[in-house]
Nanobody
Framework: QVRIVESGGGLVQPGGSLRLSCAAS????????MGWYRQAPGNQRELVAT???????NYADSVKGRFTISRDNAKSTVYLQMNSLKPEDTAVYYC???????????????WGQGTQVTVSS
């Protein structure tokens, strides 16, 4: 019942910027966490940033000071502003949502299909 859709990826030169968007839709009772992960060629999927409903945001050390995560709870939408991009940031970026679909159900993890970010000159 939950659908996750990402957008905003593309090709950018080193030092450039991109803004990713993610919207969760469907029969969602509540969300506890929304965030972003990424997977570079040959690597495991890794955390980029998370934004819980309660508590503080969390960033990977490699993106602190360059990336900013924001969230609109009313729209079940999360954004990732990426500045000062480096070739090492090249990866498929996946939106993540931990959500429940009813008042009695537990929380489950949902993933988007991913959006490609390529940083190259």
């Amino acid at each position: 019942q939950v659908r996750i859709v990402e957008s905003g990826g593309g090709l950018v030169q080193p030092g450039g910027s991109l803004r990713l968007s993610c919207a969760a839709s469907g029969t969602i009772f509540s969300t506890s966490v929304m965030g972003w992960y990424r997977q570079a060629p040959g690597n495991q999927r890794e955390l980029v940033a998370t934004f819980p409903s309660v508590g503080s945001v969390n960033y990977a050390d490699s993106v602190k000071g360059r990336f900013t995560i924001s969230r609109d709870n009313a729209k079940s939408t999360v954004y990732l502003q990426m500045n000062s991009l480096k070739p090492e940031d090249t990866a498929v970026y996946y939106c993540y949502c931990r959500a429940s679909v009813s008042s009695r159900g537990g929380y489950l993890d949902y993933w988007g299909q991913g959006t490609q970010v390529t940083v190259s000159s």
